[in-house]
């Protein structure tokens, strides 16, 4: 079904074409429209100022080895870059690139087995994967052999899609739903049944304009069915999908004007047709995880997880809105070749988790990593790339965050509960939800606003989202605020949260009017 060598050849056959569309870019030959249409589908996109690119590494469904990421810092430091950016879709974007920068990256990523295609445009995505599957003692089985088989189905034949949008599918291994199935286009979650493993099937969800909550289909599958689902969907998305409008292009909009009655009755008409046709079986080979026993350690850091696996720990990294310095990164894997089964798994919070860590080794990484960047709720917030970078965002999504961050370290007075007591914060450039500011206990989308006739930054305040099953809901709208007086805002709420000792979703369950009254203060 998947040929590496053969989808590689495809690849580099492709580059010097692609490189041409690029200078017609920068000659003035091409529209920045019509490049867009073109090098997305090649996970790049131009830059705000026209002259120069970013390119999405596709690290499939955020599975990524130490050789990959020694490639990756390799050509960071190969092209003089200070750092790379990790994704809210489990990958990692290198900015700032001439074309020829681009070009060479993208040729050494494909040899070195990380593709670019598909990483943006009408095409499916990265596949999305609990970034802990594997090792989660929560988990109900280990769903990372099926999230890379679907991306490697994508991959074999990504050029030949001709989609009204993107299609974005995950997987879950518990209901903790840490790749978000409830609000994708496809979603798998594990669960168990008689003591066999199953998904629960979830789909025509999404975030952005017009969001909405998946719908969940009323019976179990079988792993093994998984590609029937995906290629099901697929083709009832190049059928009902919408080419002209791209604004109402998406499967939740297939919903809307279907109901959800009959979108569900057509998506499962699409994959029995599927079934009939047969060869879509899905029998990965299972991932290979320590077997020895580890060595333990008593340390106790809301950075460490202990794995399933005794003697063996995971280690989270948050380096703040997911920008790794490259001195950071070669610190850590200078680190990490000293270690004897460690890989790295990315995380959908721009994040990246060190797994198969004995006990000692993660004290070393916890250690090592402690200066990379946060520690406390607040500063494992997630941004999107935003303004300067993003020629269709709005607002500075990275200062956003910073500015909040900059305060409550400034005014917390050495008093981290505060710090702790506010959820991490969810921050979208604008209203594409990027960063899944929908889903977010608290969620920022930037937009500009005209106030006493003077065009203002301003991002409107989204309250109590939350994407874990059983509880999935998308976020309350709190109105329109000045960026400028965000970060105080959001510190009095953390203050009278703090003072409560409780958590922000119980706090704010039982105390909405003294939320609507902070809040009243500064909503424009």
């Excluded at 002259?51 to 430091?77: C, D, E, P, W």
């Excluded at 290979?288 to 060595?295: A, C, K, M, S």
Aim: aromatic residues 10%; glycine residues 8%; hydrophobic residues 35%.
């Amino acid at each position: 079904m998947y040929n590496l060598q053969r989808t590689k050849e495809l690849f580099l056959s492709e580059i010097p074409d692609f490189k041409e569309e690029c200078l017609k870019l920068l000659s003035g030959d091409k529209s920045k429209m019509d490049y867009k249409g073109i090098s997305g589908g090649y996970g790049v996109y131009a830059q705000r100022d026209q002259k120069s690119f970013m390119i999405r590494l596709r690290v499939s469904s955020g599975v990524v080895s130490k050789n990959q990421l020694h490639t990756i810092y390799n050509l960071a430091k190969k092209y003089d870059l200070p750092g790379i950016h990790f994704t809210t879709r489990q990958a990692i974007q290198l900015h700032d690139l001439d074309v020829d920068a681009l070009c060479n990256i993208m040729e050494e990523a494909i040899k070195n087995n990380i593709f670019t295609r598909g990483g943006g445009g009408n095409f499916p995505r990265n596949v999305g994967l609990s970034p802990l599957s594997g090792v989660d003692p929560d988990e109900v089985f280990d769903v990372t052999p099926y999230a890379i088989a679907t991306d490697n189905y994508f991959m074999s034949k990504i050029t030949t899609y001709h989609l009204p949008r993107k299609l974005k599918v995950s997987f879950s291994s518990c209901d903790k739903d840490a790749a978000h199935c409830s609000v994708q286009d496809l979603g798998f979650v594990a669960t168990m049944k008689d003591n066999k493993p199953y998904f629960k099937v979830f789909v025509g969800g999404g975030l952005g304009k017009n969001p909405n909550v998946s719908l969940e289909l009323d019976e179990l599958i079988e792993p093994s069915e998984v590609l029937y689902y995906v290629e099901g969907l697929t083709k009832l998305f190049m059928v009902e999908g919408d080419y002209n409008n791209k604004n109402k292009a998406r499967i939740r909009y297939i919903v809307y004007r279907l109901g959800e009655e009959e979108f569900i009755k057509q998506f499962k008409e699409y994959v029995s047709k599927e079934k009939a046709n047969g060869n879509l079986d899905l029998n990965p080979e299972p991932i290979n995880y320590p077997t020895d026993e580890g060595v333990e350690t008593n340390i106790k850091d809301c950075r460490l997880f202990p794995q399933k696996q005794k003697g063996h720990y995971s280690v989270y990294i948050h380096p703040i809105g997911g920008q790794f310095k490259l001195s950071d990164l070669e610190k850590l894997l200078e680190e990490l070749d000293k270690t004897k089964h460690a890989s790295i798994r990315l995380a959908m919070t721009e994040g990246i988790y060190i797994i198969n860590l004995e006990g000692d080794e993660a004290e070393r990484i916890l250690q090592l990593s402690k200066p990379f960047g946060g520690c406390t709720s607040i500063e494992k917030s997630v941004s999107c790339i935003g303004v300067p970078i993003c020629q269709m965002g709005i607002q500075n999504s990275q200062k956003m965050l910073h500015d909040i961050i900059n305060y409550f370290r400034e005014n917390c007075n050495d008093d981290e509960s505060i710090l702790n007591a506010m959820p991490r914060i969810y921050i979208s450039g604008c209203g594409n939800s990027c960063g899944v500011h929908q889903i977010g206990a608290i969620g920022l989308t930037g937009k500009k606003k005209k106030i006493d006739g003077e065009l203002t930054d301003v991002f409107e305040l989204f309250v109590d989202g939350d994407f874990e099953l059983g509880k999935t809901r998308l976020g309350k709208s709190l109105g329109d605020y000045k960026a400028y007086d965000l970060p105080k805002l959001l510190f009095e709420v953390g203050q009278v949260v703090a003072n409560s000792d409780t958590d922000f979703y119980t706090w704010l369950a039982t105390n909405e009017e003294e939320m609507k009254n902070i809040t009243s203060k500064y909503v424009i």
